[in-house]
């Protein structure tokens, strides 16, 4: 436990769903499935127009390690390979499925045999399972290791402290058991000695919970969180529990420690017991502009449109829709984009809430500087990128900055000082690729 | 089905804005006024609205003239010439006033950029400016509410430049001394900081280094504790560490850069109280302090966390 948590900010809650279990009953027409939902390669699909495909088949085989197997989440006919718009701006090639709305599992779906590490990874490598938390990096890269006595301590993410979401929260709370499965597997195959799940503390419920499940298991330790967005964040996460600090250019492990997001570990013990891959994802619908806010276990690929349908539609026009929440969530260009693998929540803004703030002059309040969990400075940051000087850039260690808002969010002029450190970091790294070409030169 | 709005996270925001904490910087400051206006009398009002409006006036010209987007709606005009009023004695002929808060708006502030931009504190920089240019300034004025033989500040009493008997304690605390129209009330600054505290507009960090390295100096400096709450209450020491020490654009941006500032306020401070030919030095200290807040900031930013140097 460090001595002082890293300074972060209040955020407004809005677990407005919190007490709502998740509704199984959504069933979209069609779905539409992206060949990239995850960090790394696009898969390559492997179904062609017309065919018939089943719950859990393969549609779509990764490319590489790096990459995902992508499943069918419903059972029909594929129509098109279709083009979609992915939140960066790239198109990838998407399976557009018709729905037979009988959600026949596929045939060939049989529980994996695991019987030690490498066959547990080469069996997470066929469940199409990337970090649900949002990142969606693959899981069985996350789970590879060198060596696995490097691995002092794995901690469960379910500090879930966006506002709004509260998917992990229900899956802590309705699939505990599956919780406590996964968790077992990760002490059985990496050898995990001590397991610590932490939870903001705004979540009794989950908390509570998790507390009665793990109460005889003396490696699992339960750790009640303050409320102080982000919490969630991988690096800030481990310091507040660990104490220990990732460096700069490394990973977890590289200080001995695995983060996992709680709703990944419940999806590795499903698909380790019935073999049904990852193609459903429990979803919070909420935000300004949704009738009726709720939970919903959505097959992956589902429209937002249908999604938001489902929960009583729109009670107001919306000016802005997201992928996940507030503070990190990513806008969507239209309501026909569809659930990703790594989507926790889709809010909907009415029009008031969508307005963006009109910037006005820095008045050097230092909000920025003293809200920042990494100790960046983001107005130096923006001055920095402004004046197009890389050098002072990577002074200020642009590149350490993980984008979760707290300098926007609290900054009273308004500045969007996020956006400005995202193109910093983007020029810091065209600064250097120069820099390295320029050396290489005066040698040659 | 109208077009979905795209933009960069975060899609909430924090609900206070720069003219929000303007706002709560007038309200802290309103005990002062209204203390100054009841110690002082109706002069002190006079002063305060000339300075105000003064004020609001000479930056909305400013913007106008250099064609700006106009700023007066940010209210930081009106703390500028708020803070300057309260820094002045009650009787400065009110076209005086008018020219130091103009001063203080277009050369000091304006200037260099507006709001955020301009290195030394606006309305610290003014009094001195009219310290310097104006005889009138350096006669105090003192309370007209009570019966008041008091010909000498209880600063200048103290260092020996005048001769007459220090104001008790408790008219220290109240106010009831010579001095400026904002400065005199202890208890009304008090109040007014810990209301700053307490809605986090500034950090504890300035006021507390502050005080306490003036506190701790003068009790080295005296070894007596009632001399040294004299030097705690007298002059313009807490609207200083409360009000313009904590000056967003010229004081450092980090925590402990607010602690180094504060220190060598402090610092200042006591070296022209105890030996310079000033009676008070809080004015100078907070501006010589601003002109090295660059390089304060500089050596104290935090380590980025996981930082590893190159």
Same mark, same amino acid.
């Given at each position: 436990m460090p001595l002082f948590s890293l300074p972060g900010v209040h955020v407004?809650? +809005? %677990?407005?769903?919190?007490d709502m279990a998740a509704v199984k009953e959504f069933m979209p027409k069609s779905v539409l499935i992206p060949? $990239? =939902?995850? @960090?790394g390669k696009p898969a390559s699909v492997c179904v062609k127009p017309n065919q018939e495909v089943k719950v859990g088949e393969l549609i779509a085989a990764a490319d590489g390690f790096v990459s995902s197997n992508i499943y069918s989440?419903?059972? #029909? %006919?594929?129509k098109k390979i279709d083009s979609v718009l992915l939140s960066n701006g790239s198109y990838v090639p998407g399976v557009l499925i018709e729905s037979d709305r009988l959600m026949t599992p596929y045939e060939g779906i049989t529980p994996p045999e695991i019987t030690d590490y490498k066959s547990f990874i080469d069996a997470l490598s066929k469940s199409?399972?990337?970090?649900?938390? #949002?990142?969606?990096?693959?899981t069985q890269v996350k789970l590879s290791? %060198?060596?696995?006595?490097?691995?002092e301590e794995i901690i469960i993410n379910g500090?879930?402290?966006?506002? &709004? @979401?509260?998917s992990d929260t229900r899956t802590m709370i309705d699939d505990a058991d599956k919780i406590k499965d996964g968790i077992e597997l990760l002490k059985k195959y990496?050898?995990?000695?001590k397991v610590t799940i932490g939870i903001e503390n705004n979540k009794p419920q989950a908390i509570k919970k998790m507390v009665e499940t793990f109460?005889?298991?003396?490696?699992v330790n339960v750790k009640a969180l303050p409320s102080?967005? !982000?919490? #969630?964040?991988e690096k800030v996460l481990i310091y507040n529990i660990t104490g220990k600090v990732v460096p700069?250019?490394?990973?977890p492990i590289d200080v001995g420690v695995i983060v996992i997001n709680c709703t990944t570990v419940a999806a590795i013990a499903d698909f380790v017991k019935t073999? =049904? !891959?990852?193609?459903?994802k429990c979803v919070t619908v909420d935000g300004s502009a949704v009738k009726e806010p709720k939970n919903v276990i959505a097959p992956i690929g589902s429209s937002i449109s249908e999604l938001i349908e489902f929960a009583g539609g729109f009670k107001e026009e919306p000016g802005k829709v997201l992928y #996940?929440?507030?503070?990190?969530g990513i806008a969507v260009p239209?309501?026909?984009s569809p659930v990703l693998k790594n989507t926790n929540a889709i809010i909907a803004l009415n029009k008031k809430d969508s307005v963006t703030p009109e910037p006005t002059e820095c @008045? +050097?309040?230092?909000m920025c500087v003293n809200n920042c969990p990494f100790n960046l400075q983001p107005v130096k940051i923006a001055a920095a990128y402004n004046n197009k000087d890389g050098a002072e850039l990577k002074d200020l260690k642009?590149?350490?900055? =993980?984008?979760?808002g707290c300098c926007s969010y609290v900054c009273p002029a308004r500045r969007p000082l996020v956006q400005t450190n995202r193109l910093g970091k983007g020029y810091l790294r065209e600064f250097l690729a120069m820099e390295a070409k320029k050396a290489q030169e005066e040698k040659a | 089905m109208s077009l979905l709005t795209v933009s960069s996270s975060p899609h909430i925001r924090a609900a206070r804005n720069t003219q929000g904490i303007m706002l709560d910087v007038i309200i802290a400051l309103l005990p002062a006024a209204v203390a100054g206006v009841i110690i002082f009398g109706l002069n002190a009002l006079f002063i305060i609205l000339t300075c105000v409006i003064s004020a609001v006036l000479s930056e909305f010209i400013f913007d106008k003239v250099v064609k700006k +987007?106009?700023?007066?709606?940010?209210l930081s005009a009106v703390v500028t010439g708020l803070l300057l009023a309260l820094n002045l004695?009650?009787?400065?002929?009110l076209w005086q006033a008018a020219v130091g808060s103009c001063f203080a708006i277009v050369v000091v502030k304006c200037l260099f950029g507006g709001i955020g931009q301009n290195f030394a504190n606006p309305a610290i920089t003014a009094r001195i400016f009219m310290l310097i240019s104006f005889t009138d300034m350096a006669q105090s004025a003192f309370p007209t509410i009570v019966d008041s033989v008091a010909t000498a500040t209880p600063l200048s009493i103290a260092s020996g430049v005048s001769e007459g008997s220090l104001p008790s304690l408790l008219d220290m605390l109240l106010g009831l +001394?010579? /001095?400026c129209i904002g400065e005199t009330s202890t208890l009304a600054l008090l109040i007014g900081g810990a209301y700053l505290l307490i809605r986090r507009? @500034? &950090?504890?960090?300035t006021p507390v280094a502050f005080i306490g390295t003036v506190f701790v100096c003068s009790f080295i400096f005296y070894g007596d504790f009632t001399a040294t709450l004299y030097q705690i209450m007298a002059g313009g020491l807490m609207i200083g560490a409360f009000f313009m020490a904590t000056d &967003? $654009?010229?004081?450092?941006?980090?925590k402990l850069g607010k602690l180094v500032f504060g220190i060598g306020c402090g610092l200042i401070t006591c070296l022209i109280r105890f030996w /310079?030919? &000033?009676?008070?030095g809080v004015s100078y200290a907070i501006l010589l302090m601003n002109i090295l807040t660059p390089y304060i900031e500089k050596l104290t930013a935090k380590k980025p966390f996981g930082g590893v140097k190159a």
């Amino acid at each position: 436990m460090p001595l002082f948590s890293l300074p972060g900010v209040h955020v407004p809650h +809005r %677990k407005n769903t919190s007490d709502m279990a998740a509704v199984k009953e959504f069933m979209p027409k069609s779905v539409l499935i992206p060949t $990239a =939902m995850h @960090i790394g390669k696009p898969a390559s699909v492997c179904v062609k127009p017309n065919q018939e495909v089943k719950v859990g088949e393969l549609i779509a085989a990764a490319d590489g390690f790096v990459s995902s197997n992508i499943y069918s989440s419903v059972s #029909g %006919k594929v129509k098109k390979i279709d083009s979609v718009l992915l939140s960066n701006g790239s198109y990838v090639p998407g399976v557009l499925i018709e729905s037979d709305r009988l959600m026949t599992p596929y045939e060939g779906i049989t529980p994996p045999e695991i019987t030690d590490y490498k066959s547990f990874i080469d069996a997470l490598s066929k469940s199409g399972i990337v970090g649900l938390g #949002g990142a969606g990096f693959p899981t069985q890269v996350k789970l590879s290791v %060198k060596d696995l006595s490097l691995i002092e301590e794995i901690i469960i993410n379910g500090a879930e402290c966006e506002p &709004y @979401i509260t998917s992990d929260t229900r899956t802590m709370i309705d699939d505990a058991d599956k919780i406590k499965d996964g968790i077992e597997l990760l002490k059985k195959y990496l050898l995990a000695k001590k397991v610590t799940i932490g939870i903001e503390n705004n979540k009794p419920q989950a908390i509570k919970k998790m507390v009665e499940t793990f109460k005889d298991d003396t490696a699992v330790n339960v750790k009640a969180l303050p409320s102080l967005y !982000p919490q #969630g964040g991988e690096k800030v996460l481990i310091y507040n529990i660990t104490g220990k600090v990732v460096p700069e250019g490394k990973l977890p492990i590289d200080v001995g420690v695995i983060v996992i997001n709680c709703t990944t570990v419940a999806a590795i013990a499903d698909f380790v017991k019935t073999g =049904m !891959p990852l193609v459903s994802k429990c979803v919070t619908v909420d935000g300004s502009a949704v009738k009726e806010p709720k939970n919903v276990i959505a097959p992956i690929g589902s429209s937002i449109s249908e999604l938001i349908e489902f929960a009583g539609g729109f009670k107001e026009e919306p000016g802005k829709v997201l992928y #996940g929440g507030p503070m990190m969530g990513i806008a969507v260009p239209s309501l026909d984009s569809p659930v990703l693998k790594n989507t926790n929540a889709i809010i909907a803004l009415n029009k008031k809430d969508s307005v963006t703030p009109e910037p006005t002059e820095c @008045i +050097r309040c230092g909000m920025c500087v003293n809200n920042c969990p990494f100790n960046l400075q983001p107005v130096k940051i923006a001055a920095a990128y402004n004046n197009k000087d890389g050098a002072e850039l990577k002074d200020l260690k642009v590149n350490l900055c =993980m984008e979760c808002g707290c300098c926007s969010y609290v900054c009273p002029a308004r500045r969007p000082l996020v956006q400005t450190n995202r193109l910093g970091k983007g020029y810091l790294r065209e600064f250097l690729a120069m820099e390295a070409k320029k050396a290489q030169e005066e040698k040659a | 089905m109208s077009l979905l709005t795209v933009s960069s996270s975060p899609h909430i925001r924090a609900a206070r804005n720069t003219q929000g904490i303007m706002l709560d910087v007038i309200i802290a400051l309103l005990p002062a006024a209204v203390a100054g206006v009841i110690i002082f009398g109706l002069n002190a009002l006079f002063i305060i609205l000339t300075c105000v409006i003064s004020a609001v006036l000479s930056e909305f010209i400013f913007d106008k003239v250099v064609k700006k +987007r106009n700023t007066i709606t940010d209210l930081s005009a009106v703390v500028t010439g708020l803070l300057l009023a309260l820094n002045l004695s009650s009787n400065v002929p009110l076209w005086q006033a008018a020219v130091g808060s103009c001063f203080a708006i277009v050369v000091v502030k304006c200037l260099f950029g507006g709001i955020g931009q301009n290195f030394a504190n606006p309305a610290i920089t003014a009094r001195i400016f009219m310290l310097i240019s104006f005889t009138d300034m350096a006669q105090s004025a003192f309370p007209t509410i009570v019966d008041s033989v008091a010909t000498a500040t209880p600063l200048s009493i103290a260092s020996g430049v005048s001769e007459g008997s220090l104001p008790s304690l408790l008219d220290m605390l109240l106010g009831l +001394r010579g /001095g400026c129209i904002g400065e005199t009330s202890t208890l009304a600054l008090l109040i007014g900081g810990a209301y700053l505290l307490i809605r986090r507009v @500034i &950090y504890w960090h300035t006021p507390v280094a502050f005080i306490g390295t003036v506190f701790v100096c003068s009790f080295i400096f005296y070894g007596d504790f009632t001399a040294t709450l004299y030097q705690i209450m007298a002059g313009g020491l807490m609207i200083g560490a409360f009000f313009m020490a904590t000056d &967003y $654009a010229t004081t450092p941006v980090s925590k402990l850069g607010k602690l180094v500032f504060g220190i060598g306020c402090g610092l200042i401070t006591c070296l022209i109280r105890f030996w /310079g030919s &000033y009676p008070e030095g809080v004015s100078y200290a907070i501006l010589l302090m601003n002109i090295l807040t660059p390089y304060i900031e500089k050596l104290t930013a935090k380590k980025p966390f996981g930082g590893v140097k190159a």
